[in-house]
């Protein structure tokens, strides 16, 4: 089974997202990311006990420093799914992909462009 997920998506492995900090999310943002989407093993599943749980409430975190810096918090989102549902995986890709493209870019990119300083 071939699945695909748009071109513009970059996965970045982590050995568990619990060691996803806000920081990480941020440069990302920082770096030109339009969003960032983390995907996560089901709650309760977690090979390393709480980290998806950890991770999600870094996540909800750092949607309140993104909506207070302006870029905007619906730009990161976090899924939890199992390791086997592929399909379900290049679903989420399309879903967070068109909502950010509905957004737009990435605000910090128009700021850089125009040569003002954050």
């Given amino acids: 089974m071939r699945l695909s997920y748009p071109a513009s998506v970059k996965i970045v492995k982590v050995p568990c997202t ?3 900090d806000a920081i990480h999310i941020l440069q ?9 989407c983390l995907v996560g093993c089901l709650e309760g599943d ?12 870094r996540v909800e975190y750092t949607r309140v420093l993104l909506d207070e810096a302006g870029i905007g918090g619906e730009r990161l989102e976090m899924y939890n799914l199992s390791s086997a549902d592929g399909r379900r995986f290049a679903q989420v890709t399309r879903e967070i992909t068109e909502r950010v493209r509905k957004l737009g870019p990435n605000p910090i990119k128009t700021v850089k ?4 300083r954050l």
């Fill in 18 to 20: 619990g060691r996803v």
């Fill in 28 to 36: 990302a943002f920082e770096g030109g990311a339009d969003g960032v």
């Fill in 46 to 57: 977690c090979h390393f006990m709480t980290g998806n749980i950890r991770a999600r409430k």
């Fill in 113 to 116: 462009k125009t040569g003002d």
